[in-house]
Every structure is written in structure tokens, then in C-alpha cells.
């Protein structure tokens, strides 16, 4: 199957810091999606990016589309606590299956 | 709105046990499908459903059976259960079956077996 690698798994960063985290896959995907999953919790969708190229931004979130439709980055600026929590990249075609990236794992110090 | 809602929390089983893990929207999604999340392999499909009375198998659909009888609800079956099968469970239900409509997730199951 498809397959996206996440990077880094984990990261451990200091409060006020930016972050930023990316997926990359072998194969082409037509959307990307960024999630959130704070403990305990279900992954909540943070960002959809539909276009090759897109560079789309939630309050403090930045993603962006790579244009070879093979990669796509986040970015957190000046992270807070609650931004504690893991994140998943994930890859979308035609026939609805999305294929998620192993996650990225984020702690914050204050 | 509760959304996607998953029974129960927490599990023990062991092995050889089965036991049905509960999923149910209020969304009126057509379209809901059962995840497992091991550490540092993501969200893995394990079976997946377009509509009431249909299922499809997903990446991981070994020692899982599912039904869908109402667009509400999609219960997740394990027949035999395995040391293997230790996993957090997330449903998840789309409005539309298209990549393009959001997954929502319910706050899943954690599921372990001795």
C-alpha cells in the first residue's frame, strides 16, 4: 500500500517556539490533510490543502501543498502548552481511503 | 451534537475472547470506517462502509468482521481476540464519500488483550 513517512516522530520544544513537521510519500496524493490528536482523544482536523502548490494557514498553523504533490509540511509559530499532542499528516485519492503518516508527537515546555 | 460516539473507553480481554466495540453518529454520515492506531504506525484502516448494508475491507481487516444495518451505527467485531490486537479503536464518520470531506473521529477504544 501507499505509504507517507512523517518526520520527526517526536519533538520536545520550548514554549514560544515555532515548529514544523512534514510528510512525504512515494506516490502522488490529490489532497493532503493535517490532524490533531490531543490525549486521550479522537484526531481532530486542523488543515485541508487541495491544490498542488496551496499554501493555506489556520491562526498560528501554516501548511502547505508541495508541488510535486508528494510532500506536505506544517508549521506551528510561537507554540503554546495546548498545542501539546500528536499530529498526522494524511494522504487522500479517489475512492475515499486516506492514508494516514505514523505521526509526529509534540510536547511543549512552558 | 455528540457526534461519533464509541463504547466503550477502556478494554481487557483475553485471549480467545470476543467482544463487540460500539460505534454510533447522530451525523447522518453515509460513509463511517474503523481505525487501529499502534505507536509510530499512524491511523490504519481496518474496514470501512459507504452506506447501510454495504462494508468494505480496509488494509488491516484480519480478525475483524463489521455490519452496517443503519446508517447510525457500525459496531466492530473481534471474533478471537489475539495479543495483537492490542490497539487504540477510533470510528470515524464523513458526510460524503469523497476525500475531500472531512474524517470526524470518535475519542476511541483502547483495547487490551492478555
Known amino acids: 500500500g501507499q505509504q507517507l513517512n512523517q518526520s520527526p516522530q517526536s519533538m520536545f520544544i520550548q514554549e514560544g517556539e515555532d515548529v514544523s513537521m512534514n510528510c512525504t510519500s512515494s506516490?502522488?496524493?490529490?489532497?493532503w490533510l493535517w490532524y490533531k490528536q490531543d490525549p486521550g482523544e479522537g484526531p481532530v482536523l486542523l488543515i485541508a490543502l487541495y491544490k498542488a502548490g496551496e499554501l493555506t494557514s489556520n491562526g498560528r498553523l501554516t501548511a502547505q501543498f508541495g508541488i510535486t504533490r508528494k510532500d506536505s509540511f506544517l508549521n506551528i509559530s510561537a507554540s503554546i502548552p495546548s498545542d501539546v499532542g500528536i499530529y498526522f499528516c494524511a494522504g487522500g485519492n479517489a475512492g475515499n481511503m486516506l492514508t494516514f503518516g505514523g505521526g509526529t508527537r509534540l510536547m511543549v515546555k512552558p | 451534537n455528540a457526534g461519533v460516539t464509541q463504547t466503550p473507553k477502556f478494554q481487557v480481554l483475553k485471549t480467545g475472547q470476543s467482544m463487540t466495540l460500539q460505534c454510533a453518529q447522530d451525523?447522518?454520515?453515509?460513509?463511517m470506517s474503523w481505525y487501529r492506531q499502534d505507536p509510530g504506525m499512524g491511523l490504519r484502516l481496518i474496514h470501512y462502509?459507504?452506506?447501510?448494508?454495504?462494508?468494505d475491507q480496509g488494509e488491516v481487516p484480519n480478525g475483524y468482521n463489521v455490519s452496517r444495518s443503519t446508517t447510525e451505527d457500525f459496531p466492530l467485531r473481534l471474533l478471537s481476540a489475539a495479543p495483537s490486537q492490542t490497539s487504540v479503536y477510533f470510528c470515524a464518520s464523513q458526510s460524503q464519500v469523497s476525500y475531500n470531506s472531512p474524517l470526524h473521529f470518535g475519542n476511541g477504544t483502547r483495547l487490551t488483550v492478555t
Open positions: 451525523m447522518n454520515h453515509e460513509y
Open positions: 462502509s459507504v452506506g447501510a448494508g454495504i462494508t
Open positions: 506516490s502522488i496524493f490529490n489532497t
